[in-house]
């Protein structure tokens, strides 16, 4: 009976050990894919105009201590592995949100710029046409004016 249990303790804890290298290996596996997802939102921030240096630094952070829990892993140490596995999990995650809302905010001061620009062109060119006509209607009355004010002459033959 106690060989049995003693048996039956091994196997046990062995299925604990593969459980936990399962769930290690899949949290590496979705902390890797979150990274990339967060990298891809910091990419589409970048090229909607948005301030991404920050973003980019805690992305470079995630991405160490993503190689750390990756190293953990292969040396043995699972525990280490799946903790650092979370964090960067979480911090991927934040990098996403953070990333999006920057690329949102980005896009909205592009189109506010751009309404910005188109108004002040309009009344730029409005104020434009209405100085040269005033300019115009000036040079009329004065050339009118001294035309009237010609005394005109008589050739005789």
Same mark, same amino acid.
């Given at each position: 009976?106690?060989?049995? *249990?003693?048996?039956?303790?091994? *196997? ?103 309404? +910005? ?8 060119? +409005?104020?434009?046409? *209405? ?15 001294? +035309? ?5 002459? *008589?050739?005789?033959?």
């Amino acid at each position: 009976m106690f060989v049995f *249990l003693a048996f039956g303790s091994c *196997l046990f804890g062995g299925y604990n050990v593969f459980a936990q290298t399962d769930q290690t290996a899949s949290k590496l596996q979705a902390a890797n894919s979150a990274v990339g997802q967060a990298f891809n939102a910091v990419s589409d921030a970048e090229k909607a105009g948005a301030n991404v240096t920050g973003l980019l630094a805690q992305l470079n952070v995630a991405a160490g201590d993503l190689a750390q829990a990756e190293i953990s892993y292969r040396t043995g140490d699972s525990n280490t592995a799946l903790a650092q596995a979370t964090n960067v999990v979480t911090v991927a995650q934040e990098v996403t949100t953070s990333a999006q809302d920057a690329k949102q905010s980005a896009l909205v001061s592009s189109q506010n710029g751009l309404w +910005l620009t188109i108004a002040f062109t309009v009344i730029v060119g +409005l104020v434009f046409v *209405l100085v040269l006509f005033w300019v115009w209607r000036w040079f009329k009355r004065r050339y009118i004016k001294s +035309l009237s004010d010609a005394k005109p002459e *008589l050739i005789s033959q």
